[in-house]
């Protein structure tokens, strides 16, 4: 039966109404615009609304950290937070290039793995002038593998024996989105989530100097095409006012709060916008690049802080 826009439009009204439920996930929202998109059902022009939906997200999740705590944390986890970004970014680009996966997606993943998610790759997207497809499935890849590590993290760590501390460092690192790695913290106790939290906010800040530097670094060719990453200025003021003026605190929050729904409601939009055909130009291989780079970074770190332990 063939719905009219009215249906349609009722239907994504629902669904965008949805997104603002805290039991409603990133990578269930995602889900289900790539499900709606799939059927037939899709929302005309929305992909116009998409990129900007992103960097405001980005802004206002800003007021939601605590520059205290980032700078606190960088003291005792800066060298191998920094070394685990780089080391993954690049390793992403060698292994996206031997799996034969597209440029933009290769950088989407190798950042999201690296950084913090579905932040980061939010924040690379407009830099790299990622389609949508190919932010869809950078987005699909990282949330699928948060899910199975908020799972699995918590039983490895008992597994090994790790103790609260060196279990906060290394689901901090290893571990894509905040939000699982707050829950894996939470999980293990409450030492492992104060740890986590605070590195993760650490790992969280390399997203400006990289968005910057892929700006920056682009073929001499492209640079007319650059487009000023204004949102990461805007974050990093969201940061700095959080701190200067505390009073605002329970304003930061909704904020915060709103930057997070936001970005819920702009994965439904960019999952509906993708096709079958788009579907198959990532594929398995997006899969392989990011199970292969989290496996990767994931036994690097907890050799590394098995060994410094």
């Given amino acids: 039966m063939k719905l009219t826009d009215k249906t349609k439009q009722l239907i994504y009204g629902l669904a965008l109404a949805a997104c603002f439920l805290p039991m409603i996930s990133p990578a269930m929202a995602l889900l289900a615009g790539i499900g709606l998109s799939l059927i037939g059902i899709r929302l005309p022009n929305s992909q116009r609304y998409t990129p900007w939906l992103l960097q405001a997200s980005i802004v206002l999740m800003g007021f939601g950290m605590n520059l205290s705590q980032a700078i606190q944390a960088s003291q005792t986890g800066f060298v191998l937070t920094a070394c685990s970004v780089i080391v993954t970014i690049t390793l992403g680009l060698l292994l996206g290039k031997l799996l034969k996966v597209d440029t933009n997606t290769s950088w989407l993943i ?34 699928v593998l948060n899910a199975v590590a908020l799972i699995l993290f918590p039983v490895l760590g ?21 939000s699982s790695v707050v829950g894996a913290g939470a999980t293990y106790g409450p030492q492992a989530l104060e740890v986590a939290t605070a590195v993760k906010l650490t790992r969280a800040l390399w997203i400006i100097p990289l968005s910057v530097a892929i700006a920056l670094f682009k073929p001499a060719e492209n640079r007319k095409k650059i487009k000023v990453p204004w949102f990461i200025a805007l974050f990093v003021g969201a940061i700095v006012l959080g701190h200067f003026l505390p009073q605002w605190a329970n304003t930061y929050q909704h904020f915060s709060w709103l930057g997070h729904r936001g970005m819920v409601v702009a994965l439904l939009l960019i999952g509906s916008n993708i096709s079958l055909a788009e579907a198959k130009q990532a594929g398995i291989r997006s899969f392989m690049l990011g199970i292969l780079l989290w496996f990767f970074i994931a036994s690097l770190s907890l050799w590394a802080l098995n060994m410094g332990s």
């Fill in 110 to 143: 190798a950042s999201g793995t690296a950084i913090c998610g579905g932040s980061a790759i939010a924040a690379v997207a407009p830099v790299i002038d990622a389609k949508n497809h190919q932010t869809s499935f950078a987005l699909l890849v990282v949330f």
């Fill in 158 to 178: 008992h597994y090994f024996n790790l103790s609260q501390e060196t279990f906060g460092f290394w689901s901090a690192i290893a571990i894509h989105d905040t």
